[in-house]
């Protein structure tokens, strides 16, 4: 495919991870307004790069005809929670839009991956309003903790550095941080009502 064709195939892409972005962070930002703890932190999102789309789908054995159903996350929405009780929230408010549909949905979290990858994926449908009419793409959102996130992108890192093979040594390391983040997590989650409180007051204590 050329560059041109490539451009306009993940034209309607960038649009839904626009449009997404806005919708999700002004769910924040109703929160906020209502002094409540917000289920999202933060929000991200990102077109994969042509090279990755390659790369995955080659992986895959996905022919390049087949990517747009092949290939789940060629969007991609992140959504950072504070706590891991946020996730099941954040779940929760996905299931009951009517902006998209929900295809898929992968725990990691009660099943973690081998490397010690912790995350909730929900693959979803969304329409995007073309000029050729709607066209309904995938995007694959990502739920997960700050400590999640923070393990997660660390050996994405270290995945990218060591082209995927990271050393045994390092590996064991990433486990144990993982078993850390974890730990984490649930230390939060049980000093959660005291935390929300202080938050609450800090929010008042600003405007
Ligand atoms: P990027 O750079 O984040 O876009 P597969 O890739 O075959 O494992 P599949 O079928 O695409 O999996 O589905 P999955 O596992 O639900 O989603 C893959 C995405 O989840 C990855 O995208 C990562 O974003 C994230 N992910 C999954 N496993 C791990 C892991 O062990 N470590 C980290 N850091 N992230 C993980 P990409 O395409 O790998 O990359």
Known sequence: ?????????LTPYNQAVEELKVKFRGIRAQYELHHSHSPIEFV?????????????AKRKGIPLDKI???LQDIAGIRMMCQFVDDINVVVEMLRNRHDLEIVEERDYITSKKES?????????????QTVIGEKKLLVEIQIRTLSM????????????????????????????????????DEEMSQ????????QVIFSRKTE
């Open 1 to 9: 495919m050329k560059h041109e064709h490539w451009k306009l195939f």
């Open 44 to 56: 991200t999102g990102r077109v994969k790069p042509v090279a990755s789309i390659l790369d995955k």
């Open 68 to 70: 747009e159903e092949g």
């Open 116 to 128: 010690g990858y912790r995350s909730y994926h929900v693959v979803v449908k969304y329409p995007v």
């Open 149 to 184: 996130n923070f393990w997660a992108t660390i050996e994405h890192s270290l995945n990218y550095k060591y082209s995927g093979n990271i050393p045994e040594d390092i590996k064991v390391r990433l486990k144990r941080a993982a078993e850390a983040a974890y730990s984490l």
């Open 191 to 198: 000093i959660k009502g005291e935390v929300q409180e202080a």
